[in-house]
């Protein structure tokens, strides 16, 4: 399968007054064309960063190192101008959550629109074609009573709707690679349900790629092909969704999935350490239960596994 996205050896660090803080190492992956990737780690990981830096909205402060290529060009630090031809119609984001990204002012449909920049569908008929695959989205995300809610303003939809409104918002352009960030995040039980089913189909239908970020594990296994697992800024493991999510290689993963509701909830002790005071081995290191001598003097590499990679001394090549 041809890669879609290339992402070598990613490093992202923030200018904070004199220090510089380095959060994103070496971070690698490569989506293909159709294929859903999740990444899953605990929050302050690392994961929204990665998102950012693909779609070229980290702020102002951001170093970014490494490559991202996109259809085998390089895209990691082009300028603006150059990476516009890029947002939307090639990679697209679907915003995070209704009530910061929709404008309670602004009929949802038209909102939807407005994300298709191309002027020539502000006028007539490319305006109406325009309406009419809107619709066609709402009617494919089942939308109910697609014709009126065009014209609704947010606050006459449930937040199942709203949620649809901006998946609507991130697929209208139809991008090749969709980039969707904790869209089960504070949410509640019956609408992340509701929203899972929303990708799935989307899925199914295989209309694009998607960097699916989260840290709902059990979302991430309904939706995705293969499970990258970021740890601290590095991803420590890589894999087949089945593979990862069974036959966990990473001490980190394997806690992970026993933090699980449906895997006995065996919360991991210990927090994440600070990105301004890092281990000097493996960052994981002061919380595993693997440990051996090695893993505080030394960093582990990423290790080639059958079908993945795993960055565990526990692993040779
Ligand atoms: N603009 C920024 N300036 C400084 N630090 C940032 C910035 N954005 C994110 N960070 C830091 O990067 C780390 C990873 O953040 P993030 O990618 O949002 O985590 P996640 O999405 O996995 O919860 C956090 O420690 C966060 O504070
Ligand atoms: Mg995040």
Redesign the pocket.
Known sequence: MENLLEVKNLNVS?L?GKRK?H?LKDVSFNIEKNEVLAVI?E????????GSAILHL??E??EVGGSIKYNGIDITNIHENEFRPYRGTEIAAVPQSPSTSLDPLMKVGKQVSECVTDKKYKYGEHKKQLKESIINIFSKLKLPRINEIYDDYPCELSGGMNQRILISMGIVTKPKLLIVDEPTKAIDWALRKEVIEVFQDLKKERRCAMLF?THDIAAAKCVADRIAV?YCGQIVEIGYTNDVLNNPKHPYTKGLIASMPSRGFHVMEGYMPS?ADLPIGCRFEPRCSEKTDNCSKYEPQMINIKNGYVKCFRFKL
Do not use: D, Y
């Open positions: 923030f904070m803080i959060i780690g929050t302050g990981c690392g994961k929204s960063v990665t980290l702020p402060n951001a970020i970021m990105f």
